[in-house]
């Protein structure tokens, strides 16, 4: 899973910009891509809680932080590696920030 969040710190050099469109076509037409969407903005949140029993819904996202995750790709990368040349060529690795994270087979 390739979660694009936004970033304090973009890169300023806006040489080579990667384009969104592109990036998407070339790994969706590679099998890389699964699935992918931008997210809503975090004015829409909702976080829900069960503390002690009791449900706790707030509107907002958990956490109050400068960074936001914005959107998702769902990949299908040999290894990390891989999965590493996917996202370098994202243009939210320039303006943002990527974060990868393996899923886990709940069945091992």
């Known amino acids: 899973m390739m979660f694009v969040c936004t970033d304090t710190e973009p890169d300023t050099d806006k040489t080579d910009e990667p384009d969104i469109d592109v990036w998407v076509s070339d790994n969706d037409t590679r099998g890389r891509r ?23 819904v707030s509107d907002g996202p958990f956490a109050e932080t400068k960074e936001v995750i914005v959107g998702y790709d769902l990949l299908e990368c040999a290894d990390l590696d891989e999965a590493i040349e996917v996202a370098r060529a994202h ?17 091992d």
């Open 91 to 107: 243009p939210m690795a320039r303006s943002g920030r990527l974060e990868l994270r393996p899923l886990v087979d709940l069945n």
């Open 34 to 56: 699964l699935e992918g969407s931008v997210l809503a903005p975090t004015s829409a949140a909702t976080t829900i809680r069960v503390r002690n029993g009791r449900l706790l």
